[in-house]
């Protein structure tokens, strides 16, 4: 049985329903209640967990991974926040960690097809008990590969609804190397080793039997990727770099460089064309390098080859240059899928079509992991969002028996992006309705600072966040390792 990595938690189990072989971890859930499956801990999973009446519904809460939102990790690494935990603390009592696979379903699709119709999943917890000796097999039969397998005794996971939130995984276009060498921004995970790198870089670089050139090396921080997630990276290392860094290693600072790559011909190529030159201009007064129309042909350990360049060594490589299809959204054969993105198709009320051109009424798909058949969106948070706030009112229509025929609707918010010294840009150029509007400066960074503030999910939060802002703010972010 080939199994993917992806964790599933609950507190609500009907022991009756439930294979005699499986672990059994609570009963508590009423027998009226209809259990929903929730699959994904992103903006997606996250927002509908959090938003359904779960006094009605049975719950169970899927995350592959400590996840946090990708776009609130690029200051991560950077903010030096120890509370990476807190954004998943209000639901975590919803929860149990597991590890979600497919049935056998590479050995035969139709037993997968089988699941879907018994509305049943085969799971494998992420941790396993001291008895449990043996682990999950590797995943095969897919382009991309699991980070995380799974341990310990499989079990199932009955559902009554069940809505797919998987998110997608680093597109690395199969370079060699990169996935041995190079760091993500998709999950908790990755921000706390970007910032551990980072710190080993300048510490590294202090030894006194190093060279100049040997310390340019370590210190030369290389991103591939010039989408909005690149550069707002690009922009709070530079941020670092010249406050707390140039503090602590003021010789060492000054070696340093930031290095932005892509293969496009300019950065940030969804905004508009004037507010991607204005970020252009002022990277380049910055000092960060911009490497566009640059390809990279392989990554090895503390160097890469780029095609226009030749090698060039670096003390950390952050790669994000796009989405590849999740593993479990690869192998489920059951559902129809996009041509290019190989994302699940869904209609306008955001159900799965299948195979034969059926809509599933019990099986929804949002955010990166499902794209709307009639009207492609981009996958964005903002997507992901507006979708998920879509099926809580759905779902809490459908528990209470009222009916719910409003197809999704995606409003443009517009379009943000961080560029360092409290500066960004903010597009609505493009919007179809509303005010169409662009922006760029410290009325941009504003704006940029409210989004992130009006999107803290509980009062802790949004007293804790400023709090640490200003933290920062005054005291400069933390160095210290934890």
């Known amino acids: 049985m080939s199994l993917l990595r992806h964790t599933v938690r609950s507190t609500y189990y009907h022991p009756a329903r439930v ?3 499986a672990r059994i971890f609570s009963s508590s859930a009423s027998w ?3 259990r929903l499956v929730v699959l994904g801990s992103g903006w997606g999973g996250y927002e509908v967990l959090r938003g359904v009446d779960k006094k009605r519904w049975g719950s169970s809460f899927s995350r592959r991974s400590t996840r946090l939102r990708a776009r609130a990790l690029t200051s991560g690494p950077i903010k030096m926040s120890p509370s990476f935990h807190q954004p998943m603390l209000s639901i975590s009592h919803h929860c149990w ?9 590479f050995v035969a699709q139709s037993n997968l097809l089988e699941d879907f119709k018994q509305k049943v999943l085969t799971c494998m917890p992420a941790t396993h ?9 590797p995943v095969q039969g897919t382009q991309s590969e699991t980070q995380f397998p799974g341990t310990g005794t499989p079990f199932t996971v009955r559902y009554d609804k069940l809505v797919i939130a998987v998110g997608a995984y680093a597109q690395t ?4 190397g990169v996935k041995e060498y190079a760091h993500f921004l998709k999950d908790v995970r990755d921000a ?19 060279s100049d050139i040997q310390r340019r090396n370590l210190l030369n921080f290389c991103i591939v990727g010039g989408g909005p997630t690149g550069v707002e990276f690009a922009a709070e290392l530079h941020d670092l770099l010249h406050t707390e860094i140039e503090r602590h290693y003021p010789s060492l600072a000054r070696l340093a460089r930031i290095t932005l790559y892509d293969v496009a011909p300019s950065i940030l190529g969804s905004f508009d064309r004037s507010l991607s030159i204005w970020a252009e201009e002022k990277f380049r007064r910055d000092g960060i390098s911009l490497k566009t129309r640059h390809h990279v042909e392989r990554v090895e350990k503390d160097k890469m080859f780029v095609k226009e360049q030749g090698e060039v060594p670096f003390g950390l490589l952050v790669w994000s240059t796009g989405l590849a299809p999740n593993p479990l959204i690869q192998s489920i054969d059951y559902i ?3 041509e290019r993105s190989q994302s699940l198709l869904t209609n306008e009320h955001l159900n799965v079509i299948t195979k034969d051109g059926r809509i599933d009424p019990d099986v929804w798909a949002i955010g990166d992991a499902a794209i709307i058949k009639t009207a492609v969106l981009p996958a964005t948070a903002q997507v992901a969002n507006q979708k998920a706030k879509y099926m809580v009112n759905k779902l809490n229509s459908i528990v209470k028996e009222r009916e719910h025929t409003k197809p999704f609707k995606f409003h443009d918010l517009g379009s943000l992006a961080y560029l360092g010294d409290w500066k960004a840009i903010y597009d609505r150029s493009t919007a179809e309705t509303g005010f169409k509007a662009k922006e760029s400066g410290r009325l941009a960074w504003l704006l940029w600072r409210s989004a992130y503030f009006t999107m803290t999910l509980s009062i802790r939060n949004k007293i804790l966040v400023p709090t ?10 933390d160095l210290t390792r934890f």
């Open 129 to 137: 008990l001291p008895s449990e000796k043996y682990s999950a097999p």
């Open 468 to 477: 640490y802002w200003f933290l920062n703010w005054i005291f400069g972010r």
């Open 32 to 34: 009226s209640k209809q």
């Open 97 to 105: 960690r597991a590890v979600l696979s497919e049935h056998s379903s």
């Open 336 to 338: 129809e899928k996009h």
């Open 173 to 176: 276009f199969n370079v060699p």
């Open 192 to 210: 706390r080793a970007i910032r551990t790198r980072i710190l080993d870089c300048f510490e590294q670089a202090n030894q006194p039997v190093l």
């Open 19 to 21: 294979a005699s072989n």
